[in-house]
């Protein structure tokens, strides 16, 4: 199997970056490379005991706290572009997910359901009653999960490349997530990926376990329709133009949010309180470091919905 089907099985691009030397998106833009090394040192850091698990976590900046959700086999590290940007006025928590970065996979499958009890209940050690949520790809399903099992930790939620059944990603990739298993480790000791998680893990030889974790997670199928009706806080969902998602899976995950089902009217009138961002010239494999996404989601986070009427506007120039 070939390096680049690596990236896209993994949807892990992300592990590129704390990799040591330069890696394939670095070459193709090497005006990123100084934005990708320049993650902030966190106010505090640590482990926490939560269900059985213990969970690594890093706090940078100040402010109304967001609990930050990487993807599959990252950590917090892959948000290293835009995090200084999100917690300039933002308590940004960081968490790496079971089994991935400095938090030991254990004993205890992967699952989504799990996982999202477990974020609850990090939010609550740490002191908060209520975060805002903004959750990539695997992060994003984690962060779908503790929304509706614990809708009343989370105010806000982002969800970044994440979709809500298993049906919604084209069928190549599923036919390439259902290859995922320990038999790849041994290939993938030359790769970012590998590297990067022998490099904090605290059981490095757990990754073969891990490959396998992942797989049968991903050979799951899975559809959470019912329980996007729970989402009652502000939702926003984010794609890129070219997802590994299919558009129209995306469409109609906002629908069920209740967004595009009609004009917005003149006055706004009939405007959703969620949002739905396509980020052009973007994939499932960059969306998550992209400026628009910081731009599109923090007004959103902030709560802010009030923008100038074409009336206001006109009276402005008179």
């Not at 994003?140 to 490349?161: I, K, N, W």
């Not at 997530?177 to 990926?193: F, H, I, S």
């Not at 974790?213 to 329980?227: E, F, N, P, W």
Request: without cysteine.
């Amino acid at each position: 199997m070939s390096r680049s089907m690596f990236f896209a099985i993994f949807a892990a691009a992300a592990a590129l970056f704390t990799a040591p030397g330069a890696t394939k998106a670095e070459e193709a833009n090497p005006a990123m490379t100084s934005e990708m090394k320049a993650m902030p040192k966190p106010v505090k850091s640590g482990l926490l005991p939560i269900n059985g698990l213990n969970y690594y976590y890093a706090v940078y900046g100040q402010g109304e706290p967001l609990l930050l959700l990487h993807g599959g086999l990252g950590t917090t590290d892959m948000f290293a572009p835009i995090l200084p940007k999100l917690a300039e006025n933002r308590t940004v928590i960081g968490v790496d997910l079971h089994g991935h970065g400095r938090t030991a996979l254990g004993d205890r499958p992967l699952s989504l359901e799990a996982m999202g009890d477990d974020m609850a209940a990090i939010v609550k050690a740490l002191g908060y009653e209520q975060v805002d949520v903004m959750g990539y790809s695997l992060g994003g399903g984690v962060a779908f999960r503790m929304a509706v099992q614990h809708p009343e930790a989370v105010r806000r939620l982002v969800l970044v490349s994440a979709g809500y059944a298993s049906d919604g990603f084209y069928a190549d990739m599923r036919t390439q997530q259902a290859q995922v298993g320990a038999a790849m480790a041994d290939m993938m000791k030359d790769t970012p990926m590998y590297k990067s998680y022998v490099a904090v893990a605290p059981h490095p030889q757990d990754f073969p376990k891990l490959l396998d974790q992942l797989g049968a997670h991903m050979r799951k199928d899975y559809d959470y329709s019912a329980d996007v009706a729970k989402l009652k806080m502000p939702v926003m969902l984010v794609f890129g133009d070219s997802d590994m998602y299919r558009p129209e899976h995306e469409i109609k995950f906002y629908q069920m949010l209740g967004g595009g089902l009609k004009d917005a009217g003149w006055m706004r009138e009939n405007l959703s309180q969620n949002r739905l961002a396509i980020l052009p010239n973007r994939t499932h494999y960059d969306v998550f470091f992209a400026p628009e996404l910081v731009a599109a989601a923090l007004p959103f986070l902030n709560g802010e919905t009030k923008v100038k009427t074409w009336d206001e506007i006109v009276s402005e120039k008179n």
